[in-house]
């Protein structure tokens, strides 16, 4: 299958400052990337869709002006969480998506916010 | 609205013994029905996607099903490696991608 990376795989920050997790397909062009979060022992919750060079599609109920995303290549997406407060602890992950059907994940982004 | 409920939440098997996993499905627009592997800590590793009725696909001790309705990840002589939360996910059409609508997965633990 195809690698995705993301960095880092574990942040811990003080409430009120802003977190960048990238996310990098390794070895295809991923022409769309999703950004998940997932809780303990929750599934996969959808956060947004981002097409290389356009802006991301947000699901209800996604802060798009606190979940900033960028998809500047095909190649790379960024996830910033801007000031991150503790119900922002999450499990952040994402997923590339190329010219095929398949969505493959990175290894996960794990966020504390203190 | 679209729905994918898996079954059971949690399944404890010895190793050896086979058994099945359930996830059923509501959805209009169908693009893909689709197995991943879940491990603590990590993300999703891909495992299947099914895209008709009576397609099947196998991996080692793995083997997807599908219907009209719903998929079976059926398990065979287990072993303790195969431990981890597996996930059914369908793909739904946006036109340009495919947008993955999850399940809350089953747990499995497989021991000795």
């Known amino acids: 299958g195809a690698v995705v990376s993301q960095h880092p795989s574990r942040v811990i920050c003080k409430s009120g400052t802003s977190v960048k997790i990238e996310c990098r397909s390794l070895?295809?062009?991923?022409?769309?990337m999703f950004w998940y979060r997932q809780f303990p022992k929750q599934s996969l919750m959808l956060m947004a869709t981002s097409n290389e060079g356009s802006k991301a599609t947000y699901e209800q109920g996604v802060e798009k002006d606190k979940f900033l995303i960028n998809h500047a290549s095909l190649t790379l997406s960024t996830l910033t969480v801007t000031s991150a407060h503790p119900e922002d602890s999450s499990f952040y992950i994402c997923?590339?998506?190329?010219?095929?059907?398949?969505?493959?994940f990175g290894p996960g982004t794990r966020l504390t916010v203190l | 609205e679209d729905q994918v409920t898996q079954s059971p939440e949690a399944l404890r098997l010895q190793e050896g013994e086979s058994s099945s996993l359930n996830c059923s499905y509501t959805?209009?627009?169908?693009?893909?029905l689709f197995w991943y592997r879940q491990d603590p800590g990590k993300g999703p590793e891909f495992l299947f996607t099914?895209?008709?009725a009576g397609e099947e696909k196998e991996k080692e001790r793995l083997k997807a099903t599908l219907t009209k309705k719903e998929s079976f990840l059926h398990i065979t002589a287990p072993k303790p490696e195969d431990s981890a939360t597996y996930l059914c996910a369908v793909g739904l059409d946006t036109g340009t991608a495919s947008k993955l609508t999850f399940g809350t997965g089953t747990r499995l633990q497989v021991t000795l």
């Open positions: 959805v209009s627009g169908l693009r893909g």
């Open positions: 099914l895209y008709s």
């Open positions: 070895d295809f062009q991923a022409t769309t």
């Open positions: 997923g590339g998506q190329g010219g095929y059907n398949e969505q493959f």
